[in-house]
């Protein structure tokens, strides 16, 4: 199991995030190209993670307008090693060269109950978990949807927010969640005991949070997920 910080793109701090990596002399970062990770954004990130020495991306977070070449790119140059996309009905990636090529690299990821209609064309599940305990605290029927894929589909990845205590309400879809990429406390990842038996190779922060935040969470889940 390796647990890794990450730069996600739903905030626009990562180049500060990349000096922060080198600051604490990490060497190897997920990468979650989401929201304002445009094609000339990605450019430079990558850019400053080579000139900072940072060569080794095992997991990227994919985003609807990547080619082909892209992915070449980050596999040679970075080393990565595993992807996640979203369903089609949620943003995934239109590129069909890169299914032919790496479908045995690129894991779908449980944003809604479509998944089951698209599972089989993919690696397997890459389980947010905290989109799972969400939808099993909102009682939605995602949960039953995704438990059940996990009985029969490799899990090859995880993607690892915080669950608050109290729901709260959502500034952008407006609803009641208790899911968040921002945490505030490390008990906020206590939730992940529940979901033990799913655990895969890699496992990846999606939070906002610093570089140097999310190594101290790494560590309280290194021992939250190996005691027994």
Not at 36 to 62: G, Q
Request: glycine share 2%; aromatic share 12%.
């Amino acid at each position: 199991m390796k647990i890794l910080v990450s730069i996600v793109t739903t905030n626009k701090n990562y180049f500060k995030k990349i000096q922060e990596l080198k600051k604490l002399k990490v060497k190897e970062v997920a990468l979650f190209l989401t929201l304002y990770a445009t094609k000339s954004v990605r450019e430079k990130i990558y850019k400053e993670l080579y000139k900072n020495n940072i060569k080794n991306v095992p997991f990227v977070h994919l985003r609807d307008d990547m080619k082909l070449e892209e992915i070449d790119y980050l596999i040679k140059k970075f080393n990565t090693k595993l992807f996640n996309t979203h369903t089609k009905q949620d943003h995934g990636i239109k590129d069909k060269r890169i299914f032919k090529k790496y479908k045995n690299l690129i894991y779908l990821e449980n944003t809604n109950q479509y998944i089951k209609n698209e599972i089989n064309n993919y690696a397997g599940i890459c389980l947010d978990v905290s989109h799972l305990e969400n939808a099993r605290r909102c009682k939605k029927k995602s949960y039953k949807i995704v438990s059940e894929i996990l009985k029969n589909y490799k899990c090859g990845v995880w993607h690892v927010s915080a669950i608050r205590r109290k729901a709260y309400k959502c500034s952008h879809s407006k609803v009641l969640r208790y899911d968040d990429h921002t945490f505030h406390s490390l008990t906020e990842f206590d939730y992940l005991k529940k979901y033990k038996k799913y655990l895969p190779k890699y496992i990846a922060f999606e939070v906002e949070n610093s570089i140097e935040e999310q190594l101290k969470a790494k560590k309280y889940i290194s021992k939250l997920l190996i005691k027994k």
